[in-house]
């Protein structure tokens, strides 16, 4: 596709309640990555695939969150049994190479926006 | 490690004015700077980078210089205009990891 697409854009979660985040990169894009952004703050990493391995996720914050890529295309991000400090905007961005420049530039969607209540 | 900072916000200019936003980084190996832009209700854009020291990114009137000796990489504009209202973030990409690594943001208000 023409861009990074996420859905959905808006989620209202019950305290309890599991979520599925969905990302579709852009079209080919080899390297995908989950961020976590808190109201007023920067972008916290979560997670980091290339193609279908996640390589990283180190940035997940307990358990509770999982991410997959089965294909090498879509993504999921789940986050089970949600708390009101998962409230949050969850971004997906995408990059056309793998690790090896880190001039690379990754692309963003537009986010889900997560409230817990 | 690696981390951002940059100058905390808000920041109110009038239309014309010259735009700052202050940015240091703490890096291990030898990272790319970035700058991407948020504007409301949409995600990241990039706006400019720089890959190597003294490298110059630029973009829609915005520059950034890479300066490895003071850490920084500071975004400059010489004439703001409304449609620059938006938050700015500071970013790195080590070439040692997969991460990137931002800054809280800059909140920028122009008003003409």
Sequence with gaps: ?117 | GNSVTQMEGPVTLSEEAFLTINCTYTATGYPSLFWYVQYPGEGLQLLLKATKADDKGSNKGFEATYRKETTSFHLEKGSVQVSDSAVYFCALRSNTGNQFYFGTGTSLTVIP
Excluded: M
């Design chain 1, 1 to 117: 596709g023409a861009g990074v697409s996420q859905s959905p854009r808006y989620k209202v979660a019950k305290r309890g309640q599991d979520v599925a985040l969905r990302c579709d990169p852009i079209s080919g894009h080899v390297s995908l990555f989950w961020y976590q952004q808190a109201l007023g703050q920067g972008p916290e990493f979560l997670t980091y695939f290339q193609n279908e391995a996640q390589l990283d996720k180190s940035g997940l914050p307990s358990d509770r969150f999982f991410a997959e890529r089965p294909e090498g295309s879509v993504s999921t991000l789940k986050i089970q049994r949600t708390q009101q400090e998962d409230s949050a905007v969850y971004l997906c961005a995408s990059s056309s190479r793998d690790r090896t420049s880190s001039g690379n530039t990754i692309y963003f969607g537009e986010g889900s926006w997560l409230t817990v209540v």
